[in-house]
T-cell receptor, first 115, second 113 residues
Framework: ETGVTQTPRHLVMGMTNKKSLKCEQH?????MYWYKQSAKKPLELMFV???????ENNSVPSRFSPECPNSSHLFLHLHTLQPEDSALYLC??????????????FGSGTRLTVV | AQSVTQPDIHITVSEGASLELRCNYS??????LFWYVQSPGQGLQLLLK??????LVQGIKGFEAEFKRSQSSFNLRKPSVHWSDAAEYFC???????????FGKGTMLLVSP
């Protein structure tokens, strides 16, 4: 399997639930990203991992917790979310030492609905 | 910090007509510029990119874009639009040594028969 794979594709969760989003890339990239895409708003960068270290955290609430156990996998752990957290969550990867040559490769996203 | 402006939220084009989507950026040095396309419920797919050299860049699906430094623009064009081109298009800017891309708000392209 190639590219960036995100699971699940759709997730409905209650505000008291705990769930995790998974992202896996088979491109040999060494940087991974979480973006949030809400209706009528621009893409919001949430977290950046480069060589498995978190290098950027854009003031994301603590109810979102990322994890990058290796360069191929990225998780987003969710707990006690709010309805306004409902959105499409996109994972992307790139080659951090030459990212400008390739840009990002995106997954298909997880559509999250918080009820 | 860099920024990207896509002035058109929606554009409707007749099938077979030409297309131009506008993108303006703000950055103090030579930027790296990208166009992505997103179909409903899908992630973003890279259409083309500009780093240096020839200012007219060819991409996939028959798209091209032209970098104009004097106008701080990177407009996307296609000579003849197909119904399958209906999607949302995002312009993005990056910079050497910076870990992330900055995206515009997107332009939704509608194709009429």
């Amino acid at each position: 399997e190639t590219g960036v794979t995100q699971t699940p594709r759709h997730l409905v969760m209650g505000m008291t639930n705990k769930k995790s989003l998974k992202c896996e890339q088979h491109l040999g990239h060494n940087a991974m990203y979480w973006y949030k895409q809400s209706a009528k708003k621009p893409l919001e960068l949430m977290f950046v991992y480069s060589l498995e270290e978190r290098v950027e955290n854009n003031s994301v609430p603590s109810r979102f917790s990322p994890e990058c156990p290796n360069s191929s996998h990225l998780f987003l752990h969710l707990h006690t979310l709010q309805p306004e957290d409902s959105a499409l969550y996109l994972c992307a990867s790139s080659q951090a030492d030459n990212r400008e040559a390739y840009g990002y490769t995106f997954g298909s996203g997880t559509r999250l609905t918080v009820v | 910090a860099q920024s990207v402006t896509q002035p058109d939220i929606h554009i409707t084009v007749s099938e077979g007509a030409s297309l131009e989507l506008r993108c303006n950026y703000s950055y103090g040095a030579t930027p790296y510029l990208f166009w992505y396309v997103q179909s409903p419920g899908q992630g973003l797919q890279l259409l083309l990119k500009y780093f240096s050299g020839d200012t007219l860049v060819q991409g996939i699906k028959g798209f091209e874009a032209e970098f104009k430094r004097s106008q701080s623009s990177f407009n996307l064009r296609k000579p003849s639009v197909h119904w399958s081109d209906a999607a949302e298009y995002f312009c993005a800017v990056g910079a050497r040594g910076y870990s992330t891309l900055t995206f515009g708000k997107g332009t939704m392209l509608l194709v009429s028969p």
